[in-house]
């Protein structure tokens, strides 16, 4: 009878409703006891995804424990705070826990001397992942769409990007490096903004807008009302396209990352691998003694590095910097190519500058990173 109930419930879902469950059961995701964080601005998107997550809850499809959570920037006054009395109100309408937390991105963009999208993203995650240990919540929902993701591809695209950045946003991702929580993108694949903003009219919310979506000096902004809508001219499904090319640029970058983690385990000083590749004069215990509790990353043998293929010895460095660094923040490919310069000819004692006052110096056949003092 349960069963028979389930589907009977599931013949008079919304199509969005629908399509939400489609995309989750594909992905093997929980469909029952599992408590999750969603992340609620009070826009078209976010609203839906937390609307359709309850209305599949309510059919017995998705017994899940759902605790909704926003972040006011501190950019828009008393707007944001209108956003989070709003979302407060929705998530009381459908009996959701709620968590606020409120962030001066202003003043963090201005210290850490980054520009406001990525300052607000980061303190964004960062309240989600603290927001999902509290709660012991093993996953974060987040509502970027299929417009996103096209958006996303084409800023990439414009800044240079390679096949790590053009694979654009992930579907899924550890929120936190070393962590267990999982950050999921429920809509990315299939989700239009003209579909989120649909099936909240056709529930009968009034979801919020953000003013600064439609401000110009942003280039997201301008990606979105200028640039999309003149690739729509050749292509009416651009952001499909776009899309596409996303998964299988993110796909090749996959099987490249494995490679070049392959590539790292060879070079390694370490190594037992690497027969008959350059060694660095029988001294490689003293050199590491003596970087002993400064570095976390092994030193790397030049020899195997500079005989390798160029694009996968760039990922490979990339990795190694990576874990070095933490995160590869202001990390461009000039800072690379300045690291494989160090890898020409013999001479060693030569060093590349990173940003944040980390360096990479040659010495006796080796690749030794330094972190900042």
């Known amino acids: 009878m349960r069963g028979r109930a389930k589907k009977d419930e599931g013949e008079r879902l919304s199509r969005f409703a629908r399509s939400l469950l489609r995309e989750w059961k594909a992905r093997g995701w929980p469909t029952g006891g599992e408590r999750v964080v969603v992340a609620v601005s009070g826009g078209a998107d976010s609203t839906a995804l937390m609307l359709a997550l309850e209305e599949l809850r309510g059919a017995g499809l ?88 096209a958006e996303t591809v084409l800023l990439r695209l414009l800044r240079g990007s390679g096949a790590d950045g053009l694979g654009g946003m992930r579907v899924e991702r550890t929120l936190e490096d070393g962590g267990e929580v999982s950050l999921r993108r429920p809509l990315l694949g299939w989700a239009r903004r003209a579909d989120t903003e649909g099936y909240c009219r056709e529930r009968g919310v009034e979801f919020r807008t953000d003013e600064m979506n439609e401000d110009e000096r942003f280039a ?24 596409r090319a996303a998964k299988l640029l993110r796909e090749d970058s996959d099987a490249l990352d494995v490679l070049a983690a392959r590539l790292l385990e060879e070079a390694r000083a370490e190594s037992s ?69 160090l890898l020409e000819g013999t001479r060693g004692g030569r060093v590349a500058e990173l940003p944040g006052g980390s360096r990479v110096e040659r010495r006796r056949g080796l690749l030794i990173f330094h972190p900042e003092k």
């Open 62 to 149: 998705l017994e899940l424990k759902l605790v909704v959570a926003h972040m006011n920037h501190g950019l828009r006054g008393e707007r944001g705070n209108e956003d989070a009395r709003w979302v407060v109100q929705r998530a009381a309408a459908l009996a959701l826990e709620v968590v606020l937390a409120d962030a001066e991105v202003c003043e963090r963009a201005r210290v850490e001397r980054d520009n406001l999208e990525q300052a607000a993203r980061r303190a964004r995650y960062e309240f989600l992942s603290e927001v999902a240990r509290e709660r012991e919540a093993r996953a974060v929902l987040v509502a970027h769409t299929l417009d996103d993701q």
């Open 220 to 243: 997201r902004v301008r990606v979105r009302r200028r640039l999309l809508p003149l690739l729509e001219s050749f292509n009416p499904r651009a952001s499909e396209a776009l899309s």
């Open 273 to 341: 691998h690497g027969a008959g590749v350059e060694k660095p004069s029988g001294r490689i215990e003293r050199i590491e003694g003596e970087i002993s509790g400064r570095v976390e990353i092994s030193p790397l043998r030049v020899g195997v590095l500079a005989s390798a293929h160029h694009a996968l010895r760039r990922r490979a460095l990339r990795q190694w910097l990576a874990h070095g660094r933490g995160d590869l923040r202001r990390l461009e490919l000039a800072h690379i190519a300045a690291v494989e310069r």
